[in-house]
């Protein structure tokens, strides 16, 4: 019998030497089981509190999807540091796990972002405040309104104004393709606590060179929150981490700052500028580089 508070999946940091062990027994039985009668799970939103709890720095784990409606074992949902946290009173049967992946912490040792497979194979990433997401149709409105805003479109090369009717749309249906034919991932930033979409953030593929560049925007209401550091973080991680990128870089006009300190933020180098590069709206504008080796982010120290 299960005593379950929701049916959605839940969550389990493990060694990745312990899942394949499992996975060929069937069964999976940590330490805890016998230590303490359970296994330790958590919720979405509470896992990486969890890892840095216990798992600062530690790296080789794996994070198991579990479907609770498959768990043989009893749930019982627990207090535990002021929240209601899942624990699995028996040995987890391997096929209540939908989905399994790598877990990595940043270069710092701090986990900030994990993992997730949408159904179209685009993936889904979680922060902190954040989870990025495939962007669907419902967006379009959103996208116009944020995006199509002068102080938005004026900083970005690609982004018209006015906004036309129908160029969200025709540009969300572009973005699976680009990620099916490998030219590009391109994220919607949604906050994690009302799923309100707050922007975008992409890398654009360069495969025969191992690299990519790194793009977002903002929308207005919500600058000045740490909204695209965050994202772009999570970004940057997936491309290293699961692309396996060699060189992520990104451009900024002169003359918008912000998006700048976002790169700085990265720890990405500033390797130049080249000046009057593009054409925008009738004026040259100059470009500000940045860039990031892979061997440079494995030593980077995100600020706390």
């Not at 962007?135 to 199509?148: P, S």
Request: net charge negative; proline share 6%; with cysteine.
């Amino acid at each position: 019998m299960h005593n379950r508070e929701t049916d959605a999946p839940i969550l389990h940091i493990c060694p990745v030497s312990d899942w394949q062990a499992a996975r060929e027994s069937g069964e999976y039985r940590p330490p805890s089981l016998a230590q303490e009668g359970f296994i330790h799970c958590s919720r979405p939103e509470q896992i990486l509190a969890t890892a840095n709890r216990f798992y600062s720095g530690v790296k080789d784990l794996c994070l198991l999807w579990i479907d609770p409606r498959r768990v043989k074992a009893e749930i019982r949902w627990e207090p535990a540091h002021g929240e209601a946290f899942p624990h699995i009173y028996g040995p987890l049967n391997a096929d209540a796990v939908f989905y399994q992946h790598a877990f990595h912490p940043d270069p710092d040792g701090v986990f900030r972002s994990f993992l997730e497979r949408s159904s179209t194979g685009l993936p889904v990433l979680h922060t902190r405040r954040l989870i990025l997401r495939p962007f669907t149709l419902a967006d379009a409105d959103d996208v116009q309104r944020m995006a199509g805003e002068y102080e938005i479109a004026s900083t970005a090369l690609n982004i018209p104004h006015p906004y036309p009717d129908g160029a969200a749309q025709s540009w969300i249906k572009s973005l699976s393709f680009e990620f099916q034919s490998g030219i590009g991932t391109t994220l919607a930033v949604t906050l994690r606590e009302d799923r309100k979409l707050v922007g975008a953030v992409g890398l654009q593929l360069e495969k025969k060179h191992h690299c990519a560049e790194l793009g977002y925007w903002t929308g207005r209401e919500y600058w000045g929150q740490g909204y695209a550091t965050e994202a772009a973080q999570a970004l940057v991680a997936y491309g290293f981490n699961e692309l396996g990128l060699h060189r992520i870089y990104a451009r900024h006009f002169r003359r918008n700052p912000a998006s700048g300190r976002v790169m700085q933020k990265l720890g990405m180098i500033h390797e130049g500028t080249l000046r009057e590069h593009v054409l925008h709206w009738g004026q040259y504008e100059d470009l500000e580089y940045y860039g990031l080796l892979e061997s440079d982010w494995r030593n980077t120290r995100y600020p706390a």
